[in-house]
């Protein structure tokens, strides 16, 4: 048997902030769309992996979700223009990432990052 995906389920009573977060500031795309759920999703080729912390690195506290973005200082300047809560960083990490931590519209700690 071989995991063909991984998917993350976020509860969220509010679609429509889902879309001006996930796809608006950060730009996937909108994969499927029942009403009652919505995917976004990347066209790009990505890797099936699923952590477990105890912390997240540098005294942070476990981020719900991680998203790695080719640019992340034009991610953080695009979070911060459309009012996000920006709660950790930007920092350059001693294990090789630059990153941040925002709020999304649902209270999740998304860890925004690219590899240096």
Do not use: C
């Not at 071989?2 to 950060?26: C, E, H, M, T």
């Not at 990490?93 to 649902?106: K, Q, S």
């Amino acid at each position: 048997m071989k995991v063909r995906r991984i998917v993350a389920n976020v509860a969220a009573a509010d679609l429509s902030a889902a879309r001006r977060f996930y796809g608006d500031v950060l730009g996937l795309d909108l994969l499927m769309d029942h009403g009652w759920i919505a995917t976004w999703g990347s066209a790009e080729r990505m890797a099936v992996q699923v952590s477990f912390a105890a912390e997240g690195g540098s005294g942070t506290p476990v981020p719900d979700l991680s998203i790695e973005v080719d640019d992340v200082d034009e991610a953080f300047t695009s979070m911060k223009a459309a009012g996000f809560s920006i709660e950790y960083g930007p920092a350059d990490e001693p294990w090789g990432v630059r990153r941040f931590y925002v709020r999304d519209p649902f209270g999740r700690l998304v860890n925004i990052l690219s590899h240096l």
